[in-house]
């Protein structure tokens, strides 16, 4: 074997015929989002070192548009590993949300009714933007357009994970393996069958969602109900909107012509606020169907599940990329606490500490769905029902401070 490099804990050799990379890391992680370039962030500036395998190429992963609504829990974890300067320079504070529905708005105070919190708006693109800012900066490994990563030996102390690039397959040896790899990845697909028990919910509409250099409807987010489907308006940065339609799950995104789309929108709003929409060609226009799905449990050996790769919500309640980062917090806590002293009790309870939260904000994405989108029975006993639940919602306090403390993020 002849010795190639050494990062710190990380060595890296090659075989007998020079070919193919043996690398040691304490943590391998599968998937460069945002769950797994957050806990990489986390362990590195706790000492323990890791190495991400991404399928794609960076340029892909920043391409893709995703979530815009981040918890104060989400923030403050980025904040407290040094990735917090540009979302607090750039990002949005909202102190407030709004509900439209027959034709009317309803503000709902987030800070009011919540003691002082507040979400913020600022692109999932640009979290992952800051986050490989950071782990480039500190000499993170990050090996992009891998193929065939595959995790082994997964109930020993010696988990590896393997993988091809540029036609060669390589190994990293490791102790744990994050897998972060969001719902089509390879990590839940290596639990053995009947190790894993889901619980699925397919809802049958997807979103239509476009992003346009126009500037936004509103200062707030409006989610509205409409007899002609579910409308969300919502924004990036002063001139730059994102908006959603509800349509079937397998609508042909082609049929959808700009004009057709912003017709659409502005038939499901309010008049007032359809009369201000400013209309412009979309730079990006994507179906999302939508689903609620929790694998259990979150670990098998030493293999853990974390974000989208364990659990999937609608984007009604913005929970998707919050939920990942409190995976993150949970499990890189019992990462420290083993390798500071240890204490393997954080890794034991890891898959029970976070389900306890998943379960919460998939109730509250499921309902925020059933709440907002029109459903089969909407001319029947279900539509009624959605509507009293509206006008009890918009009526009553104590029902606007439940919606409230789930929409900022209840505590980790
Ligand atoms: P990701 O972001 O899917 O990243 C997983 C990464 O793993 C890579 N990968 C592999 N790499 C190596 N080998 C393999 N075999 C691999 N298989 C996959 C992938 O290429 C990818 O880079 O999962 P992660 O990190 O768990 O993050 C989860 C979030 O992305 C997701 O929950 C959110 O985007 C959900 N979501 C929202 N969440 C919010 O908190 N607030 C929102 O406002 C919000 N809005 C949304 C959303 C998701 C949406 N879509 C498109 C599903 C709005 C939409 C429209
Ligand atoms: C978004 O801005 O993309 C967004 C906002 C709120 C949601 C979902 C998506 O609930």
Known sequence: MRLTCLVRRKIMVRDERGRGVQMKTQVGIIGGGPAGLLLSQI???????????????REYVLGRIRAGVLEQGLTDTLRRVDVGDRIDREGQVHGGVNLAFGGRMVRIDLEGLTGGKTVTVYGQTEVTRDLYEARDAMGGVIIDETEDVTPHDLTTDTPALSYRKDGEVHRIECDFVAACDGFH???????????LKTYEKVYPFGWLGILSRTKPA?????????????????????????????????????????????????????????????????????????????????NYGRLFLAGDAGHIVPPTGAKGLNLAVADVHYLSEGL???????????????????????????????????????????????????????EYL??????????????????Y
């Open 394 to 411: 918009t009526g009553s306090q104590a029902a606007m401070t439940a919606l409230e403390e789930n929409y900022v993020g209840l505590p």
């Open 43 to 57: 362990l590195h500036v706790n000492g323990i070192d890791s190495v991400i395998l991404e399928r794609q190429t």
């Open 185 to 195: 990845g390879v990590g839940r697909q290596s639990f053995p069958s009947g190790s």
């Open 336 to 390: 420290i606490s083993y390798y500071g002293s240890g204490d393997e009790s954080g890794l034991r309870s890891y898959s029970k500490r976070a389900l306890r939260r998943i379960w919460k904000a998939e109730r509250f994405s499921w309902w925020m769905t059933m709440l907002m989108h029109k459903l089969a029975d909407d001319d029947g006993f279900g539509g009624k029902v959605q509507r009293a639940e509206l």
């Open 218 to 298: 509103n200062h707030e987010l409006i989610y509205g109900n409409h007899e002609r489907g579910f409308v969300l308006c919502s924004m990036r940065e002063e001139r730059l909107s994102r908006y959603y339609v509800q349509v079937a799950a397998d609508e042909d995104v082609d049929a959808w012509s700009d004009e057709r789309f912003w017709d659409e929108l502005c038939r499901r709003l309010p008049e007032d606020v359809a009369a201000g929409i400013e209309q412009g060609p979309s730079i990006e226009k994507s179906l999302t169907p939508l689903r609620s799905f929790v694998a259990e449990p979150l």
